[in-house]
């Protein structure tokens, strides 16, 4: 089966690498995750790959701490997810590099454009940890920012609800789920798929978004063949 897409960037949230333990790394879930990874990956798409923290940090939520220290936490965080998502990737014989983008030249290679680009048509899964390395941006942010940057075909958004809806589906039972939504009704009605500067950016250079439910990893593979799952936004 032919992929829908040649180059994506998957964004995964930390929380859904934790599975039902809440908080840090379920590898059996992670392991779930990578399978349909990979069968994309078989299947010839270009994979890159950002990753939250929140199963280990969320900076929000951290009172009285300096916001600029709590994010920098969160970098960390997110590095360290993407080498245990890297770690089973690499187990299945999936070529993979990290690159961050905060300087940890012992750990993974420093964010380069150029070289992730070249990673990518050379067949590799590349993962970037630590957002855009500033404080104040999501990596949501970092999501759009990447995608943009690799000029990826779309970007695909593995949340905990199976698509985006007009409210929160966990709270209220007459919430309704879109189909398909325009980028500027996201922004115009505060729908809650990601930060305003993540949307805008993803609007003002064409990114369609897929928002689907990582619960079943397998929607991955689905989003990547270009089945109709989830949300999509354009």
């Not at 998502?85 to 940890?104: C, G, P, Y």
């Not at 920012?145 to 970007?155: C, G, K, N, Q, T």
């Amino acid at each position: 089966m032919a992929s829908a897409y040649k180059r994506v960037l998957l964004k995964l949230s930390g929380e859904s690498l934790a599975g039902k333990k809440g908080t840090g790394l379920d590898f059996e879930v992670i392991t779930d995750i990578c399978k349909s990874i990979k069968k994309a990956y078989n299947a010839g798409v270009q994979i890159g790959i950002v990753v939250g923290g929140g199963n280990f940090w969320r900076g929000r939520s951290s009172g009285t701490m300096d916001r600029t220290r709590a994010d920098h936490i969160g970098m960390l965080a997110t590095a360290m997810n993407a080498l245990a998502v890297a770690d089973v990737l690499e187990s299945m014989d999936v070529d993979v590099r990290v690159q961050t983008s905060i300087f940890m030249q012992q750990v993974a290679e420093p964010y380069i454009r150029a070289r992730a680009v070249r990673h990518l048509e050379k067949g590799r899964v590349v993962i970037f940890g630590c957002g855009t390395g500033n404080p104040f941006f999501s990596t949501d942010t970092a999501s759009s920012l990447r995608a943009a940057e690799i000029e990826a075909d779309v970007m695909l958004k593995a949340t905990m609800v199976d698509g985006v809806y007009n409210k929160d589906p966990h709270k209220y039972s007459d919430a309704v789920k879109y189909t398909n939504l325009k980028l500027e009704d996201v922004l115009n009605q505060h729908l809650g798929v990601m930060d305003s500067t993540a949307a805008a950016m993803c609007a003002d250079n064409s990114i369609p978004i897929i928002v689907f439910s990582i619960e079943d990893p397998e929607n991955i593979y689905r989003a990547c063949m270009g089945e109709n799952i989830g949300t999509l936004v354009e």
